[in-house]
T-cell receptor, first 114, second 114 residues
Framework: AQSVSQHNHHVILSEAASLELGCNYSYGGTVNLFWYVQYPGQHLQLLLK??????LVKGIKGFEAEFIKSKFSFNLRKPSVQWSDTAEYFCAVNAREYGNKLVFGAGTILRVKS | DTEVTQTPKHLVMGMTNKKSLKCEQHMGHRAMYWYKQKAKKPPELMFV???????INESVPSRFSPECPNSSLLNLHLHALQPEDSALYLC?????????????FGDGTRLSIL
């Protein structure tokens, strides 16, 4: 079975600091990888996704993530965070052999101090 | 605003009641999903419908009964729920029943069982 680990449950940063949120998955086959964000009081929104090709993917709002197959990782990065990035971030994995079963990590709550 | 609409936003019901949660999307998506999210936990998949047919049931108790009347609508019928069923119920949709397609989420229905 596939599983997803997010290492940091709570992260507090000051504005303009750089962000990296870790995500590791357990499945050894072909995977599709996603980062979703949930702003306070809002629905889950897709930040970015990786299916194939360039392992460095760029998403909305200046976020990017790098797929490192050898490390089973898909870490999320942003060079300079803003107060408006305060939200909960979920990494999610969908292994092709498992069809449409999207498995989420536990989530990371990011608070950006202004 | 999300393109996946869920009603009601909040629901309080007793353990002997029967109620239904509704989900609607008009993006032409052919796959729809129900997730359950407990407080401070990630969403967990319950059901997947693909082209209006149930394709995945994650061993959900029979007191939850999904229904997909047409490609735009997804219902979740509730009967004889338990207090531990109190949670946020999320609906999602994706373009097709292929694992690399991102899911679009609704705002959820917050369900409380008395």
């Amino acid at each position: 079975a596939q599983s997803v680990s997010q290492h940091n449950h709570h992260v507090i940063l000051s504005e303009a600091a750089s962000l990296e949120l870790g995500c590791n998955y357990s499945y050894g086959g072909t995977v599709n990888l996603f980062w979703y964000v949930q702003y306070p009081g809002q629905h889950l929104q897709l930040l970015l996704k990786y299916f194939s090709g360039d392992p460095l993917v760029k998403g909305i709002k200046g976020f990017e993530a790098e797929f490192i197959k050898s490390k089973f990782s898909f870490n999320l990065r942003k060079p300079s965070v803003q107060w408006s990035d305060t939200a909960e971030y979920f990494c999610a994995v969908n292994a092709r052999e498992y069809g449409n079963k999207l498995v989420f990590g536990a989530g990371t709550i990011l608070r950006v101090k202004s | 605003d999300t393109e996946v609409t869920q009603t009601p936003k909040h629901l309080v019901m007793g353990m002997t009641n029967k109620k239904s949660l509704k989900c609607e999307q008009h993006m032409g998506h052919r796959a729809m999903y129900w997730y359950k999210q407990k407080a401070k936990k990630p969403p967990e998949l319950m059901f997947v419908y693909s082209y209006e047919k149930l394709s995945i049931n994650e061993s959900v108790p029979s007191r939850f009964s999904p229904e997909c009347p047409n490609s735009s609508l997804l219902n979740l019928h509730l009967h004889a729920l338990q207090p531990e069923d109190s949670a946020l119920y999320l609906c999602a949709s994706s373009q097709g029943a292929i694992s690399n397609q991102p899911q679009h989420f609704g705002d959820g229905t917050r369900l409380s069982i008395l």
